[in-house]
Structure formats: C-alpha cells, structure tokens
C-alpha cells in the first residue's frame, strides 16, 4: 500500500499586508497619475510647469520687504541686499495703506477712531447669517439678524440712530397690523392692506417720530456721505444686501414664471428676460447717472442705494433662472402628492416643491452669489471707490507708482478668501441635504 504523503496544514496563516503598489499613497499615484502613458506625460509637463511658477514665485513672494516708506525706498533694500538687479515683493505698500483697501478713505484713517464701526458691522452681518446658515442654532438669534437690518447701516452711513429705530417702529407696526387682519380676511389681502399702511407711515408720519425720538434724546454718529464709502467695505455692503435681497425676489420671480396666470406669467418673464439681457455695467451707469435726467431736480439720488438696488434685481433675474430649472427638474408626482393631501398651492410650495427645488439649485445659486459679489468691482465706472479704484489711487501716488502684483494679488486674496467660504458652504450644504444614495 502507498503511503500518503501530503501535506495537511494544521493551522492558518496569518494576514499579510496588501501589495504596496495598490494601497496608499503608491495606489493613488498610479491610478490617478500615472495610470497609462497619455497621463504619465500629462503628468510630467504639469509638474514641470508648477515647479517653474513656484520656483519664482516662492522667492518673490517670502523675500519681499514689509518696511519701506515708498517703491523706490524697496528697490535701494534689495540693491544694498543682493548687490544686483534683482527685486522681490515690496509688501510694504500693504502695510503702510492696507487700511485703505479694507475700510475706504473715510474709515481707513484709523486715527480718527471709526474703524470699529465696519468691523462691528461685519461681526453683526456674520451672527445675522449664522442662524440662516445653520438652523440648528437657537431661534433667538434671529432677533440679531432682524437688529442688523437697521443697526447696519447706521453704522455705515452714520447720522442719528433714530432713523432705523423709526423705521423698525412702523415695519413693527405693519407686521401686527398683518397678525390683526389675517384674522379677519384672507392673507393676501391682509397683506397688501399693512405694506400700504407701512407705506403711508413713512411717507407722512416718519419726519415727525424721528423728529420727536431725536429731539427727546438725540443720539448720533458722524455721518459718511456715500461717495466716501469706498474698500472692502462698499464690495461686502453691496455684495450681501444683493446676496440677501435678491434670493426671495428670485423664488417669486421663478413661480411667477411658472404661473397659469397671464399677467402673472408676462410680467415675470419680461422682467427677467430685459435685466437678463442687458449688462449689469449698463444697468448700473443707467441707475446711476442717467436717471438723475428723469428725476425732479429735489431728488437726491443716492449712488449706493441705487447700485444696491440695481445689482440685487440683477442677481435676482439670473438665480429666478436657477430655480425655475430646478422646479422644472422634479417629477411631476411631487404636484400630484401635494393635490393629492389636499394642499394649497402656497402650502405645497413650502412644505414640498421649493425645499426640493432649491436643493437642486444650490451649486447654480452659489455660482451667482460669488459671481455678484467680483461684480461690486463694476461701481468703479459710476466713480465709486471699491478695491481696484483705491489701488489705482495708491498706485498714483509717486511713493508707489509703478507698484502692480502686491497691491492686486492683496485684492485678489481677500476676493478669494470670501469666494472659497462661500463655495466651501456650499458643498457643505450639498451633503447636509443630501437624502438620496449616490
């Protein structure tokens, strides 16, 4: 008889750890890299490329000189440091008028002291936003949000601090007079009836409470003409009144296009399609300059106020786009849901349509709002100071004429910075209200 000599393994082996090539950060490099000849190449030329720009970059940038009183100041450093030709960032144009670039002219003299009042207002912009942002916060804090509205621009403008208080009082007024007759008639009706009360109010009744709350205890700050408001500042002012503003005049604007109601549906589509198809540098010039020909010679016409007005119907054409595409791309079983549970059309449209259509609509929406807030940059054509004018004015100066890439690339960090928040909570938000599987 044969005898048997195979071999039986009386115990397992243990775990061997994966090949190195397909894990970590080997794996990475060949799928996503190196993954066949075509990429490979692809690959080296980038690299070469980035390693040209920062090979020059780099040293220019960390080399550069932040104590100097002018350019031509910078240039003796860097020919008394390196005994050539060669010349890295002159960052001290930064330094000595970055105050200027981020308050304005009437705001950067930080020896007058009103410095705080734009920082004060940019903390109570992003405690007013909190909330909105994230809803899991405490409701109280929308009474911050609702205090901005009127502190805000007081701390801007200055003047008296009656003059928001008593426009609050009648907006207050007009939002109990809506609570009172939504009892007694039908919502839109009770509606219409308290915003022409507001509007009666502070036709013929706002003089006389400012008049009487100032008189009594008159508060002020030193007023800034809005010619004055210029930076920074001017570019957030605009950019979060139209970012702000122009989302509900948009949601309004892209039901009224998708109305049954002719008038309705005319008026929303031609609105829409004529601000679409003008530029906004054209809708601005226009707000600005041309309209003071059509207004009686009494009306002061306040450049701010209609660049703000101008650009949030602007944003507020393009995003009712957005919507509409993303009320156009849910299944028409969500209308017949909200039939078939027996609710109105205001209701369906809260509770069911536009949550949907608006998670949708987030990536274009955000795409918008960071494409309105670059555009603040176009006031400059109606001689209103935002970044790019003041660093052509510093750039004017003799101690800094001649100076490009510091001041620009400032500007251009500071846009980046506020654009890369806002894309960021965008995609934060994406994967908040995602509820569907990849």
């Not at 060669?86 to 000595?96: F, L």
């Not at 601000?275 to 906004?280: D, T």
């Not at 949907?356 to 990536?363: E, G, H």
Request: glycine share 8%; with cysteine.
């Amino acid at each position: 008889m044969a005898r048997d000599i195979s071999y039986v393994r009386t115990e397992m082996l243990g775990e061997k750890p994966p090949p190195a090539s397909s894990v970590g950060a080997v794996h990475w490099l060949k799928e996503n890299l190196f993954s066949s000849v075509g990429n490979t190449i692809l690959t080296i030329v980038a690299l070469y490329f980035v390693y040209v720009v920062l090979s020059g970059a780099i040293p220019w940038i960390f080399l550069g000189i932040w104590n100097a009183g002018s350019l031509s100041e910078c240039r003796e450093i860097f020919a008394e440091r390196y005994g050539d030709a060669t010349e890295y960032a002159c960052w001290a144009v930064i330094r000595d008028r970055w105050d200027q670039l981020i308050f304005g002219y009437s705001f950067g003299n930080l020896h007058e002291g009103l410095w705080w009042r734009p920082l004060l207002g940019l903390v109570l912009i992003i405690l007013a936003l909190l909330p909105m942002m994230y809803p899991n916060l405490p409701r109280k804090m929308y009474y911050i949000t609702l205090a901005t509205l009127f502190i805000y621009p007081w701390l801007i403008w200055g003047g008296s601090v009656w003059g928001p208080l008593t426009a609050a009082i009648i907006i207050g007024v007009g939002v109990l007079s809506y609570q009172q007759l939504s009892n007694h008639m039908l919502s839109w009706m009770a509606l219409v009836a308290s915003l022409v009360l507001v509007a009666l109010l502070l036709l013929y009744a706002f003089g006389g409470i400012f008049n009487v709350l100032n008189g009594v205890a008159p508060l002020e700050l030193q007023s800034v003409p809005s010619r004055e408001i210029s930076g920074f500042v001017l570019s957030i002012t605009i950019g979060i009144v139209a970012i702000v503003a122009s989302l509900p005049i948009a949601i309004v604007l892209a039901l009224g296009r998708q109305s049954d109601m002719f008038i309705v549906n005319k008026l929303s589509t031609g609105f829409i399609e004529i601000i679409r198809g003008v530029p906004l540098i054209t809708l601005i010039f226009v707000a600005t300059v041309l309209m003071k020909y059509f207004l009686p010679s009494s009306v002061d016409l306040d450049p701010v106020l209609a660049v703000m007005i101008l650009v949030t119907l602007f944003t507020a054409a393009y995003i009712a786009e957005v919507i509409r595409g993303g009320l156009a791309a849910l299944p028409k079983g969500q209308y017949e849901a909200a039939d078939a549970l027996g609710l109105t059309y205001w209701q369906a449209q809260r509770l069911i349509i536009l949550p949907q259509a608006l998670k949708i609509s987030i990536p274009g929406i955000v795409s918008n709002f960071i494409s309105v807030f670059k555009d603040t940059t176009l006031v400059s054509i109606v001689a209103l100071n935002d970044p790019l004018g003041i660093g052509d004015s510093i750039r004017a100066d003799s101690n800094w004429n001649g100076i490009v890439w510091e001041l620009y690339g400032f500007i251009a960090l500071v846009f980046w910075l506020f654009c890369f928040g806002m894309s960021r909570y965008s995609m934060y938000l994406e994967r908040r209200l995602q509820t569907g599987h990849r």
